[in-house]
């Protein structure tokens, strides 16, 4: 089992970055495919980035493609989500999600075992 902390969120203004960043511990933090996800009020939980185990390839979702870019570093047992040019539509918690299944990266919330407790991002216009 993981143990996955996030930090990094924040108020910032439409346009703006954030670095959101993704702590792991416990097992081995390569055995697991990343993704983030994101929640916000009223609405259910979505994907936005995955990454493979060895961080080699990455999936967006279409609302932030060009804007945010997943990456890991599995020396330092640590995930990452870059958003720039943010917009209010992604005002969200934030959440890192480790998964054991077998393939490269996945995009439902029932694929991911562990999760984050989430990081509030608020993005004003």
């Known amino acids: 089992q993981v143990s996955l902390v996030e930090s990094g969120g924040g108020l910032v203004q439409a346009g703006d970055s954030l670095r959101l960043s993704c702590a792991a511990s416990?097992?081995?933090?390569?055995?697991?495919?990343m993704g983030w996800f994101r929640q916000a009020p009223g609405k259910e939980r979505e994907f936005v980035a995955g990454i493979t185990r060895s961080g080699t390839s990455t999936h967006y979702a279409d609302s932030v493609e060009g804007r945010f870019t997943i990456s890991r570093d599995n020396a330092k047992n640590t995930a990452a989500l870059q958003m720039n040019s943010l917009i209010p539509e992604d005002t969200a918690v934030y959440y890192c999600?480790?998964?054991?299944?077998?393939?490269?990266?996945?995009?439902?919330?029932?694929?991911?075992?562990?999760w984050g407790q989430g990081t509030q991002v608020t993005v004003s216009s």
């Open positions: 416990g097992r081995t933090f390569s055995d697991y495919a």
């Open positions: 999600a480790g998964s054991l299944r077998v393939g490269a990266f996945f995009t439902t919330v029932t694929s991911y075992e562990e």
